[in-house]
């Protein structure tokens, strides 16, 4: 089996981990793949004892390895008493272009409305069009898969974009800008791990949109300059495919209708100095225990009754009301005024003991709060 000398960042990801699991309670949460999370790769329990896989990307972006190690054995590495480790070594670079098969993807979100089947460049381009807007005060991150399964990732802020190939025959890719800049701004992936994007990466809105058509047909990037590396964190993106990403999804829409980018987002209406109130306001006391719990009870019947929710087998409500009922006081009337709010009180909700899966959308939560208030 093929040696893997320790190099400094898989070093500094298992101080990670040891760190981790010195934290009281924290071993609860280490049976899955995606357990760790590091700039250079994850991993996570696979026996239930002491017994891990991670996946390392090598920093030249040509390798990845698979390790498996005993808690023991990531301590010595994480202590620098062990420097090499065996693992199984795989090429990240494809030596041949696949089948097209099916229809590209579009992907903007963790949640079923947030992503589109793209059937043609002109559903493509309204799409982008849409993203470009809701990218316009906040950096965002979308996902683009060719019929061919190669992988783009676009980082979109205002005027300006990073494109990054994760995925194709000719290899990973990244978009060069302004070299001169060595600035950076960071933006959210669709797990919550966050992404510096240097300003030297970024390209024009409009250069990009065009890059981003071709790019289904072509899997390049056409006449963009670019240059052959890519951060590692993207790397861990080209372990899913379009398929695995439609499994995962109850029904992606392939009208940009049904997709969370037709959700219209409220714009604030100025208030004329003629208008405003003076005299005084009485607030809303806040709502107790019991108050909260009903009113998330009731979030939860709404969510089920329209088959945007589903809950563990024999879901505990009384627990599941508490720990919604505490979101809602803290979120719920910003989450009816700002979608981006409601985007992220929707990612808040899915994480809450006895929640299967959501497939509201910020959109979804909005309408179903303001029904209820």
């Known amino acids: 089996m093929p040696t893997l000398f320790v190099p400094d960042d898989f070093r500094a990801f298992m101080k990670s981990v040891v760190v981790a699991l010195d934290t009281p309670g924290a071993r609860k949460l280490v049976d899955s793949e995606d357990a760790f999370v590091h700039e250079c790769g994850h991993g996570g329990r696979i026996d239930g004892l002491d017994t891990y896989r991670f996946k390392y990307f090598a920093a030249d972006g040509h390798h990845r390895w698979d390790v498996i190690l005993r808690e023991a054995q990531l301590r010595d590495i994480a202590d620098g008493l062990r420097i090499e480790v065996e693992g199984e070594r795989f090429e990240l670079v494809r030596t041949h272009r696949h089948t097209p098969v099916g229809e590209p993807l579009l992907i903007w979100g963790a949640f079923a409305a947030d992503g589109l089947r793209v059937g043609s460049g002109d559903a493509l381009l309204a799409a982008l069009d849409a993203l470009h807007l809701w990218a316009a005060e906040t950096p965002k991150m979308v996902r683009l898969w060719s019929a061919s399964d190669d992988q783009l990732v676009v980082v979109l802020w205002g005027g300006h ?20 800049r060595n600035d950076s701004f960071e933006v959210l992936d669709h797990e919550g791990a966050t992404l510096r994007v240097p300003w030297a990466d970024c390209v024009s809105w409009d250069y990009g949109r065009r890059a981003m058509v071709w790019f289904l047909e072509h899997s390049d990037l056409g006449d963009i300059p670019v240059e052959g590396r890519i951060p590692s964190l993207l790397l861990m993106m080209g372990d899913v495919d379009r398929r695995a990403v439609l499994a995962a999804r109850p029904e992606t829409p392939r009208e940009l209708v049904h997709s969370s980018l037709h959700n219209p987002i409220p714009i604030p209406v100025p208030v004329e100095p003629s208008e405003e109130v003076t005299v005084p306001v009485e607030v809303a006391l806040p709502l107790d225990p019991q108050q909260l719990s009903a009113w998330a009870r009731r979030l939860v019947d709404v969510l089920r009754a329209r088959a945007l ?14 720990q919604l009922g505490g979101l809602l006081q803290a979120h719920a009337r910003d989450a009816e005024h700002s979608l981006e709010t409601a985007d992220w009180l929707a990612i808040k909700i899915c994480a809450v003991p006895g929640v299967s899966k959501l497939f509201a959308t910020g959109g979804d939560l909005q309408r179903a709060l303001r029904e209820l208030s």
């Open 309 to 322: 929710i589903e809950l563990v087998r024999e879901p505990n409500l009384d627990e599941i009301s508490a």
């Open 161 to 180: 974009c990073a494109l990054y190939i994760i995925e194709s025959a000719d290899g990973y890719a990244t978009s060069t800008g302004d070299q001169d």
